[in-house]
C-alpha cells in the first residue's frame, strides 16, 4: 500500500532547450481513482443517451419494438379516424334536419347502416367459406373414401372416420368398446356412411361427441375438437363433420343392429 501512496513526478521538457514545460504529481493509487472514475463516468453518459436520446434506435432489437409500437399507434390512429367520421356523419344529419333539408322519418341511422353492412361482408363471407369446404370435402371425400371388406358384412361403401395412427383397439371383452386415434391438428373428422347427425354433444373436457346414424349402422365420435355439423343434419359418405386439435386423441365406436362392430376388421385402415 504504501508504494501505491508514493508520489511520483511526470515532467515535460522541450526537447530543443531541455526546459521543463509542465509537470505533474501522481501516485499509483491516485491513477487508479482517476481511470476508475472515468469508467464509471463514461458508462453512466452512455447509459444516459441511450435513454433519453434517439440513439437508441440503433440498437439491435430495439427496432423491432418499435415497428411494433408503431402498428399498434396506427392502428389505433385508424380506430380514431373511424369514429371521428361517424361523429362527422352524425352532425351532418343533424344539421341537415335543422335546416329541413330533409325529413326526419327518411333518416336511416348509422348504427343499422353499420349493421346491414357488416351482415354482407358477413355473408360474402360464408359463401366464399361454403364455397371452400365443399370443395375441400369433394377432395377428401375422393381420396378417402374406402370399401369394406366384404368377407363377415355385406357389401356396403364405407370412409374410414379420420386420417391417423391407432394407439388402442377397441376391448369389448372389457367393455372398451373405443377405438384410440392419434391424429394430427386440424385433421378433419370424415362421416363413415351417408347418414343423419343425431347427436353432437359437449363433454366435460371441452371436447364435442357426435353420434351418426346411417341405416342400421351407428357412429360415435368422441373428444373431437370442433364440430362441423349441427343435430338433424343429413351428410354424405366422406363429407366432413368435425375437426381435431391435435391436443386430444378421436375415440371412435361403431355399431350395427345395436350390437359392437370392430371397424378395423370390417374396413381397410
Known amino acids: 500500500m504504501a508504494n501505491k501512496r508514493h508520489k511520483y513526478r511526470l515532467a515535460m521538457l522541450d526537447d530543443l532547450t531541455l526546459r521543463e514545460v509542465f509537470h505533474f504529481r501522481v501516485s499509483l493509487l491516485g491513477a487508479i481513482s482517476v481511470i476508475t472514475v472515468s469508467i464509471v463516468a463514461f458508462i453512466v453518459l452512455l447509459s444516459v443517451l ?46 341537415q334536419l335543422t335546416a329541413g333539408d330533409i325529413e326526419s322519418d327518411s333518416v336511416q341511422s348509422l348504427d343499422s347502416l353499420q349493421r346491414v353492412q357488416q351482415a354482407q361482408l358477413v355473408a360474402q363471407r360464408s359463401e366464399a367459406t361454403e364455397a371452400f369446404m365443399a370443395q375441400y370435402e369433394q377432395k377428401e371425400r375422393d381420396r378417402l373414401l374406402l370399401f369394406d371388406n366384404a368377407s363377415t358384412h355385406s357389401v356396403r361403401q364405407l370412409c374410414r372416420p379420420v386420417r391417423g395412427a391407432v394407439m388402442s383397439s377397441a376391448r369389448p371383452d372389457l367393455r372398451l368398446y373405443g377405438t384410440t386415434i392419434r ?36 357412429a360415435i365420435y368422441r373428444h373431437i375438437a370442433r364440430p362441423l355439423k349441427t343435430q338433424g343434419t343429413p351428410v354424405e359418405s366422406g363429407e366432413a363433420i368435425a375437426m381435431m386439435d391435435g391436443e386430444h386423441d378421436l375415440v371412435f365406436e361403431l355399431w350395427e343392429d345395436g350390437q359392437f362392430m370392430n371397424f378395423e376388421e370390417v374396413m381397410a385402415w
Open 50 to 95: 441511450i435513454v433519453y436520446t434517439p440513439i437508441r434506435n440503433i440498437l439491435p432489437g430495439y427496432s423491432a419494438s418499435l415497428r411494433q409500437q408503431l402498428t399498434q399507434e396506427s392502428a389505433r390512429v385508424d380506430s380514431l379516424q373511424n369514429s371521428l367520421n361517424v361523429q362527422r356523419q352524425y352532425l351532418d344529419v343533424i344539421k
Open 183 to 218: 391424429t394430427a391438428k386440424n385433421e378433419n373428422v370424415l362421416a363413415v356412411a351417408r347418414g343423419t347427425i343425431v347427436s353432437a354433444e359437449r363433454l366435460e373436457d371441452n371436447t364435442f361427441s357426435i353420434a351418426l346414424q346411417a341405416g342400421t349402422l351407428t
